[in-house]
């Protein structure tokens, strides 16, 4: 008889820890921040065929849907416009509850990339955020700014959830959010005034690899996929690894669009870039459904850094221009310039410290083309015709975005011309021509110029911006 009871008691245990509890995905937490004016995903999972109720405190209305065969279940719930009040999510069905508090309505946007995204306000070893501590101990935001980082983490499966949660920022949750994504929510808040969340999904080092699943990746010959062979690579090396950990379990969270930081480890790749980040960025909208490229994709261009081992061929160089390329090729894609953000001794620092620049950038990029600020600078002077000026010994450069003018005419660094024996000079004279909208420039050691190039190589500051202070983008042209 004790046998048998032991036996009944065991099954029993067996059969409850059958039962799925009624869970919902990581990613929502209590101080989450939903999307406004939207149909806003809200997924989890319970036993098959349960019935779950959804019910959102804006509004009192409730939202259905029923389990599938693996448990999973999803409603979209309608946001109301954004504000500062707190609301709350109850989840019922499975026989168990789960209320989701402090839950704000704004903008969400999701950050990725590598360390330059990564890079808490905190800063890396020996590698500070300029002015860090003036923002981190400010007054506590934690209506107005949240993120939720998702943790650097790696797995050969794709993950359901991630252990992370929302934090508003206040001294302690600031010095670990992301910089870049930090000033970019920021800049947002301050103009649009409502809260503003992001999905801080970032791995130092990543490839545009790893952030790519193994089925896109099995159509590339030159990727090796085989375990022995990822597992002996530099751990932020590894192809769709990311993906599987970090992207998976945050796929399909509402949002109003992307920000990306990353190009360092495809230098030398440069010119398959264009194809992988396209890819890249058409997967990514698939994953959110967005068949219509409605969601904007900002890209962050490479600082100037003195790449090892050097080379006389700038591959740094040749991976903004690439880079460029993709930012005009991908639909609702645009870039920030950064050219002018580091110092010359951080030349040998691949994460300089001006960030709030970066993320302001991106910001403005987002207010003109997303918010109705369509007279708000955002967009770098970029060149694109190179003629010979009448004179002979000058040449004209034909600039966008900057029809107020420039910021100098006097000491530009990094603007350089060539001859036909293709020696470059620094300019020692530019002028930029109202009319024709022409930067006119020449120097006297080249009589001949047929080659003009500005931020060319792999550390090549510049100081040329428009009058409005966006930097020009690096260019290298010859005359038409």
């Given at each position: 008889?004790?046998?048998?009871i032991?036996?009944?008691?065991?099954?029993?245990?067996?059969?409850?820890?059958s039962?799925?509890?009624?869970t919902?995905?990581?990613?929502?937490?209590?101080?989450?921040?939903?999307?406004?004016?939207?149909?806003?995903?809200?997924?989890?999972?319970?036993?098959?065929?349960?019935?779950?109720?959804?019910?959102?405190?804006?509004?009192?209305?409730?939202?259905?849907?029923?389990?599938?065969?693996?448990?999973?279940?999803?409603?979209?719930?309608?946001?109301?416009?954004?504000?500062?009040?707190?609301?709350?999510?109850?989840i019922?069905?499975?026989?168990?509850?789960?209320?989701?508090?402090?839950?704000?309505?704004?903008?969400?946007?999701?950050?990725?990339?590598?360390?330059?995204?990564?890079?808490?306000?905190?800063?890396?070893?020996?590698?500070?955020?300029?002015?860090?501590?003036?923002?981190?101990?400010?007054?506590?935001?934690?209506?107005?700014?949240?993120?939720?980082?998702?943790?650097?983490?790696?797995?050969?499966?794709?993950?359901?959830?991630?252990?992370?949660?929302w934090?508003?920022?206040?001294?302690?949750?600031?010095?670990?959010?992301?910089?870049?994504?930090?000033?970019?929510?920021?800049?947002?808040?301050?103009?649009?005034?409502?809260?503003?969340?992001?999905?801080?999904?970032?791995?130092?080092?990543?490839?545009?690899?790893?952030?790519?699943?193994?089925?896109?990746?099995?159509?590339?010959?030159?990727?090796?996929?085989?375990?022995?062979k990822?597992?002996?690579?530099?751990?932020?090396?590894?192809?769709?690894?990311?993906?599987?950990?970090?992207?998976?379990p945050?796929?399909?969270?509402?949002?109003?669009?992307?920000?990306?930081?990353?190009?360092?480890?495809?230098?030398?790749?440069?010119?398959?870039?264009?194809?992988?980040?396209?890819?890249?960025?058409?997967?990514?909208?698939?994953?959110?459904?967005?068949?219509?490229?409605?969601?904007?994709?900002?890209?962050?261009?490479?600082?100037?850094?003195?790449?090892?081992?050097?080379?006389?061929?700038?591959?740094?160089?040749?991976l903004?221009?690439?880079?460029?390329?993709?930012?005009?090729?991908?639909?609702?894609c645009?870039?920030?310039?950064?050219?002018?953000?580091?110092?010359?001794?951080?030349?040998?620092?691949?994460?300089?410290?001006?960030?709030?620049?970066?993320?302001?950038?991106?910001?403005?990029?987002?207010?003109?083309?997303?918010?109705g600020?369509?007279s708000?600078?955002?967009?770098?002077?970029?060149?694109?015709?190179?003629i010979?000026?009448?004179?002979?010994?000058?040449?004209?450069?034909?600039?966008?975005?900057?029809?107020?003018?420039?910021?100098?005419?006097?000491?530009?660094?990094?603007?350089?011309?060539?001859?036909?024996?293709?020696?470059?000079?620094?300019?020692?004279?530019?002028?930029?021509?109202?009319?024709?909208?022409?930067?006119?420039?020449?120097?006297e050691?080249?009589?001949?110029?047929?080659?003009?190039?500005?931020?060319?190589?792999?550390?090549?500051?510049?100081?040329?911006?428009?009058?409005?202070g966006?930097?020009?983008?690096?260019?290298?042209?010859?005359?038409?």
């Amino acid at each position: 008889m004790k046998r048998l009871i032991t036996s009944i008691a065991l099954m029993l245990l067996l059969c409850a820890a059958s039962e799925a509890k009624l869970t919902v995905s990581s990613i929502f937490t209590d101080s989450m921040v939903l999307q406004q004016n939207t149909d806003a995903a809200i997924w989890g999972k319970a036993d098959a065929g349960s019935q779950i109720t959804v019910t959102t405190s804006w509004n009192g209305k409730s939202y259905r849907a029923k389990t599938d065969s693996d448990g999973r279940w999803e409603v979209k719930v309608a946001t109301p416009a954004g504000s500062y009040k707190p609301y709350s999510v109850t989840i019922k069905g499975n026989g168990g509850t789960i209320t989701l508090n402090d839950v704000l309505i704004g903008e969400v946007w999701l950050a990725s990339g590598q360390s330059n995204m990564q890079m808490p306000m905190n800063g890396f070893f020996n590698c500070p955020v300029e002015n860090a501590m003036e923002y981190i101990c400010a007054p506590a935001a934690r209506e107005k700014i949240r993120m939720f980082n998702v943790p650097a983490i790696q797995s050969y499966e794709p993950l359901e959830d991630v252990d992370a949660v929302w934090r508003g920022a206040d001294y302690d949750s600031r010095k670990w959010m992301s910089a870049v994504a930090y000033f970019f929510a920021l800049e947002l808040n301050q103009m649009l005034d409502i809260p503003v969340g992001v999905v801080s999904c970032a791995y130092g080092g990543a490839r545009i690899e790893s952030w790519l699943p193994k089925e896109i990746l099995e159509t590339y010959p030159d990727e090796d996929l085989s375990r022995e062979k990822i597992e002996s690579m530099i751990h932020y090396h590894r192809p769709y690894l990311m993906y599987n950990a970090m992207l998976s379990p945050v796929m399909g969270y509402t949002i109003k669009g992307f920000i990306w930081y990353q190009g360092c480890s495809n230098v030398g790749k440069h010119d398959q870039f264009c194809d992988r980040m396209s890819t890249l960025v058409s997967h990514w909208r698939e994953c959110w459904d967005d068949s219509e490229a409605k969601l904007p994709f900002y890209m962050v261009e490479l600082a100037p850094y003195r790449n090892k081992p050097y080379t006389e061929t700038p591959y740094f160089a040749l991976l903004r221009q690439a880079q460029h390329e993709t930012a005009h090729t991908i639909p609702n894609c645009a870039i920030a310039v950064t050219n002018d953000l580091v110092e010359s001794y951080e030349q040998d620092n691949i994460h300089p410290a001006k960030k709030k620049e970066v993320g302001e950038r991106l910001a403005f990029l987002a207010l003109n083309r997303d918010y109705g600020y369509g007279s708000l600078p955002c967009y770098s002077p970029e060149a694109v015709k190179c003629i010979r000026l009448a004179n002979g010994c000058e040449l004209g450069v034909e600039l966008t975005h900057c029809d107020n003018g420039m910021n100098r005419w006097r000491e530009i660094e990094g603007l350089e011309v060539a001859g036909s024996e293709g020696i470059f000079y620094p300019v020692t004279f530019a002028y930029f021509e109202w009319d024709t909208k022409v930067l006119r420039i020449r120097s006297e050691f080249v009589h001949d110029p047929c080659h003009v190039r500005y931020g060319w190589g792999d550390f090549k500051p510049g100081n040329l911006k428009n009058v409005e202070g966006l930097p020009v983008a690096p260019f290298n042209i010859r005359v038409e």
